[in-house]
């Protein structure tokens, strides 16, 4: 669930259904042709990461955002209203690729992805309970 407005708020509540899959581990091409969202898993250095986003965004149909960590640390993202690459310095690990659904959710409500540079995303560690 993504939530627009201010974070002590429950307005704006938007709720976002659609299918992510890992482009770099998954080899089945109509899975990959019915994503929402593609994410890569593997970081890569800045220019490949540019190529890489030019390459899935245009070749699956139904993609509306792709993504991929960076690996000097970020993630590079292009889909929604932006026309080109966003570059995203947030402090969010390689790993979690939830991070990836939550871009998706922030499209959803509207928002462009350029702006989640000024909502400062990051990864909160809490252990599961016992």
Partial sequence: MARTGRA????????DEH???DADACADARRLDC???????RPRPAAEAVRWLAEVGCARP????AAV??????WMAR???DPGVVALPCQVPPQHWLFV???HAWL??????SAVVEAHPRFTYRPALP
């Fill in 8 to 15: 002590d708020t429950r307005r704006g509540r938007v709720l």
């Fill in 19 to 21: 299918l992510t899959v």
């Fill in 35 to 41: 994503a929402d969202v593609l994410c890569g898993s």
């Fill in 62 to 65: 139904a993609c509306g955002l």
């Fill in 69 to 74: 960590p960076l690996a000097g640390g970020g």
């Fill in 79 to 81: 889909g929604g209203t």
């Fill in 101 to 103: 659904s939550c871009l």
């Fill in 108 to 113: 959803v409500a509207g928002l462009p992805l």
